[in-house]
């Protein structure tokens, strides 16, 4: 079929429509929600807490742009305040009960960004780097027995966050717990139970289960919930793939292709065999979908090349995906089974996409008009949003 320029700009009003939706959108794909607490124990009387995650959603929950200022007055401005409400922030959402009385002299202490390196300056540049890890420091009564966790970080995001919780004392992890909000974990802090949870753990070379309320369904829901409501992007390209034809047949070679080729980064991502800096990998996603969208514009038969795209592109979120997966951290023991419990979300979420689709243009099909009324105007926002966020993520703007 020969390409019909009328059609494609009669529907400049959804064009315009969709770049400014757009226009306020984050340059990360998704917030995880995710965080790990490390409680440790240090004689005689004293307590650190340590909150590692992602830059982003620090960023989300607190009203901070996690976007790095040239100048170098503003950035230390900046840097100050973000700084500020962080503190106040995890002050607020991670709770400490001593003996039922609540821990209220913790104070922040230290600033890794990226999880390495030395304390971080209000004047660097890193401190906007993926990931960061904020520890809290205060003095503990000689006299006590049981210690009450509550983690209420990321609930802002409107998913079930998690928190992996570690409790560590000379060097050794004597428990570690998966949880989520309103769900506190208790532990004994007394120096008797702490000598004989040590004496466990290094009996069993320093490896203690995991305690957790089904891993695998947990990782499913995280699966399912970073393509609905999270991935807008990859929600994006699973449309333009559905667009591409009115038969089911070219819409399942393309979503096969797709599923296999992301599983296999998935996995060798995950193993260490292959990876790409998020950098690289972020504007890639949003190239695909823009390539997918202008296709369904101007080609309407699956050819090779189309397959072979859709499995190149298929890759390319794979590693995204295994991006995510390891910002959620997977626990010891666990890894194929939580694995495939993320991959089998993440397919959940893709079917979730495409049957909403289907039930709401399936009417539309055979109707003459389906093509440049629906096809072209989706496409063509699908396009434009895409070649923002390429814009936005190459160029970091």
């Not at 965080?35 to 982003?56: E, F, N, Y």
């Not at 070219?250 to 979503?255: E, H, I, S």
């Not at 939580?338 to 996409?353: D, I, K, P, R, S």
Request: proline share 6%; aromatic share 10%.
């Amino acid at each position: 079929m020969k390409p019909d320029f009328h059609s494609f700009l009669k529907p400049v009003h959804f064009i315009l429509l969709a770049w400014l939706l757009a226009c306020p959108m984050r340059l990360a794909a998704h917030p995880n929600g995710t965080s790990k607490v490390s409680i440790h124990l240090i004689d005689p009387d004293s307590i650190t807490v340590t909150v590692a995650g992602k830059t982003d959603d620090f960023c989300s929950t607190v009203g901070v742009a996690a976007i790095m200022e040239t100048d170098p007055q503003k950035r230390r401005e900046k840097t100050l305040l973000y700084q500020i409400k962080v503190a106040d922030y995890l002050q607020a959402r991670v709770r400490l009960k001593l003996d039922g009385r609540l821990v209220e002299n913790l104070k922040v202490i230290r600033w890794k960004p990226n999880g390495k390196g030395p304390e971080d300056g209000l004047d660097s540049a890193d401190l906007w780097i993926s990931s960061q890890q904020i520890t809290l420091g205060g003095a503990l009564p000689s006299r006590r027995e049981n210690m009450d966790v509550s983690v209420q970080l990321f609930a802002e995001f409107g998913i079930e966050p998690i928190s992996e919780i570690s409790v560590i004392w000379k060097d050794s992890v004597l428990l570690r717990k998966w949880t989520g909000p309103d769900r506190p974990f208790r532990f004994p802090v007394a120096r008797d139970s702490l000598v004989v949870l040590l004496d466990q753990a290094r009996h069993a070379g320093s490896t203690v289960p995991v305690k957790t309320e089904n891993v695998v369904l947990r990782f499913i829901g995280l699966g399912f919930t970073h393509i609905l409501p999270l991935g807008l992007d990859h929600i994006l390209f699973v449309l333009g793939l559905f667009f591409f034809s009115t038969r089911m047949k070219p819409l399942l070679w393309q979503v096969t292709a797709f599923t296999v080729a992301h599983s296999i980064t998935l996995g060798l991502s995950l193993v260490g065999v292959v990876s790409l800096p998020s950098r690289v990998v972020e504007p890639l996603i949003a190239l695909s979908i823009a390539v997918v969208g202008i296709e369904n514009i101007f080609f309407r038969e699956l050819k090779a090349s189309r397959w072979l795209i859709v499995f190149c592109f298929g890759l390319v979120h794979g590693l995204g995906f295994a991006g995510a997966l390891r910002e959620f951290g997977l626990p010891p023991g666990k890894f194929w089974s939580t694995l495939a419990g993320f991959n089998f979300g993440v397919e959940l979420g893709q079917l979730a996409v495409i049957t909403a689709a289907f039930t709401l243009t399936r009417w539309m099909w055979n109707r003459p008009w389906y093509f440049k009324r629906v096809v072209i105007p989706a496409s063509a926002a699908i396009t434009m949003v895409a070649l923002y966020w390429v814009v936005r993520r190459s160029f970091g703007i």
